[in-house]
């Protein structure tokens, strides 16, 4: 953690019309200052994710968002696990009926491990599952 000021610097005056005076998609001003007390700001669309760190312009060091933003604690969006994409397709009641259906076949010896195979001593009703 850092000698970081909040200052209110970015939330004054200045209003950076467009050199072109072109109306550009919504932009923001995101502050920075690197270790070496350099200060800048870096524009960049609404849109963007602002980036907690960046290159220093000065000095190449890295510089920390003056937002507030923590390298640590970048909020990434959850990547999607084998668990969701399940869930898309099943609903929890289905998925605990499956469960509770392979746990039977399991129990009764007609899937697993070979070794646990009950299904040669009596007839299985069900296909041979590989
Ligand atoms: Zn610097």
């Known amino acids: 953690m850092g000698e970081r000021t909040l200052r209110g610097a970015r939330l004054g005056g200045q209003s ?7 109306e550009f998609a919504a ?8 270790q070496k007390g350099h200060e800048f700001e870096v524009t960049m669309s609404v849109e ?4 907690a760190v960046w290159e220093c312009p000065r000095c190449g060091a890295e510089a920390l968002s003056t937002s507030g933003a923590e390298p640590v ?3 990434e969006k959850p990547a999607r696990t084998h668990w969701d994409m399940l869930l898309e397709r ?6 605990e009926d499956i ?11 007609e899937i697993g491990p070979a070794h646990l195979h009950r299904s ?3 007839k299985s ?4 599952t590989a």
């Open 16 to 22: 950076f019309e467009d050199e072109r005076g072109i």
């Open 125 to 128: 009703k069900s296909k041979k």
């Open 27 to 34: 932009r923001q001003q995101s502050g920075y200052k690197c």
């Open 90 to 95: 099943r609903s929890i009641k289905e998925l």
């Open 48 to 51: 963007a994710e602002v980036p």
């Open 120 to 122: 040669n001593a009596r």
């Open 73 to 75: 604690a970048k909020a």
């Open 99 to 109: 469960l509770t259906e392979r746990l039977e076949l399991l129990r009764g010896g």
